[in-house]
């Protein structure tokens, strides 16, 4: 069975950070894209963030580029979320998502999200 569950959100004051971490099961993490999405009220859900099966490369949302940081243990199973310098239109539920596509299949996998509240 597959779960991904996400942890570490809260409601933070502006300038402030959270660690977002995203533990895994059930499916072959070290072969697979790991991203970050949220959700905002009233808007369309959106790439944060991603990192490459080795983690050797990632990509950042212009709107959060120098702030956020994806990390991943493939030892661990697990992805993070390093987000610092918060700001109020950070406000949004996060969801963690692992995604493979090759020669048998796509396959896309989604956490429950946790909420992350911007507020002073």
């Known amino acids: 069975q597959v779960q991904l569950v996400e942890s570490g959100g809260g409601l933070v004051q502006p300038g402030g950070s959270l660690r977002l971490s995203c533990p895994t099961s059930g499916f072959t993490f070290s072969s697979y894209t790991m991203n970050w999405y949220r959700q905002a009220p009233g808007k369309e859900r959106e790439l944060v963030a991603a990192?490459?099966?080795?983690?050797?490369?990632?990509n950042y949302a212009d709107s959060v580029k120098g702030r956020f940081t994806i990390s991943r243990d493939n030892g661990k199973n697990t992805v993070y979320l390093q987000m610092n310098s918060l700001k109020p239109e950070d406000t949004a539920v996060y969801y963690c998502n692992a995604f493979l596509s090759d020669d048998l299949g796509l396959y896309d996998y989604w956490g429950q999200g946790t909420q992350v509240t911007v507020s002073s």
């Open positions: 990192i490459t099966s080795t983690g050797s490369s990632t």
